[in-house]
């Protein structure tokens, strides 16, 4: 079965440090890859997706990923954290036109000023 | 962007009774549609596959007849927990699948803002 594994579980920065989530997923095959983040008290937002073209993925608020197939990566990065950026991030992978997303087991970033 | 809602956000019931949550596409309709399970400080768990006009795949270790799943128009889906447990207590998140109108390059899901279920 496939698994995403997301190393960091809590990372915490001061404000314009930069950030680099990683995820690594298992699965051999095409892949479609996702970031969400989850806010305090709010519900899962995709930040960035890649299907298929440019592996360097640009998302909102200034995030970005970085697909390598090579090493089945997918790490999410930004050059400098605000403190609104404190919020649970997920990785999740499907395989190419399937439906099923697996998630990895977040990372809480906690920005400090 | 595409929207989904959940209704109700909390709610709180006795052991043994029913309770009903609702997902709704407000904005796209969603041919499928997911409910997954989140506990504290871990990550969402899929439950189940919710497919409008037919019957949901659920997950392995899911049991269909305690979580029952009603996919009835291209913009709600239900969940209904029958009998509950306090075991049953947990966030319950659904989501709706926007294949784009292409197809294909806008295959994402969108997530609703979920329902903290507490069984006394």
């Known amino acids: 079965a496939q698994s995403v594994s997301q190393h960091n579980h809590h990372v915490i920065l001061s404000e314009a440090a930069s950030l680099e989530l990683g995820c690594n997923y298992s699965?051999?095959?095409?892949?479609?890859l996702f970031w969400y983040v989850q806010y305090p008290g709010q519900h899962l937002q995709l930040l960035l997706k890649?299907?298929?073209?440019?592996?360097l993925v640009k998302g909102i608020k200034g995030f970005e990923a970085e697909f390598i197939k090579s090493k089945f990566s997918f790490n999410l990065r930004k050059p400098s954290v605000q403190w609104s950026d404190t919020a649970e991030y997920f990785c999740?992978?499907?395989?190419?036109?399937?439906?099923?997303?697996?998630f990895g087991t977040g990372t809480q970033l906690k920005v400090e000023l | 962007g595409a929207v989904v809602s959940q209704h109700p956000s909390r709610v709180i019931c006795k052991s043994g009774t029913s309770v009903k949550i609702e997902c709704r596409s407000l904005?796209?309709?969603?041919?499928?549609m997911f409910w997954y399970r989140q506990f504290p400080k871990q990550s969402l768990m899929l439950m189940a596959t919710?497919?409008?006009?037919?019957?949901?795949?659920?997950e392995q270790g899911v049991e269909k007849d305690k979580f029952l799943i009603n996919h009835a128009s291209l913009t709600l889906s239900t969940l209904t927990v029958t009998s509950a447990h306090p075991e049953d207590s947990s966030f319950y998140i659904c989501?709706?699948?926007?294949?784009?109108?292409?197809?294909?390059?806008?295959?994402?899901?969108?997530f609703g803002p979920g329902t903290r279920l507490t069984v006394l």
């Open positions: 890649y299907f298929s073209g440019d592996p």
């Open positions: 699965y051999g095959g095409t892949v479609n």
């Open positions: 904005d796209f309709q969603a041919t499928t």
């Open positions: 999740a992978v499907n395989p190419g036109g399937g439906n099923k997303l697996t």
């Open positions: 919710s497919n409008e006009g037919s019957k949901a795949t659920y």
């Open positions: 989501s709706a699948r926007d294949v784009g109108a292409s197809g294909g390059a806008s295959d994402t899901q969108y």
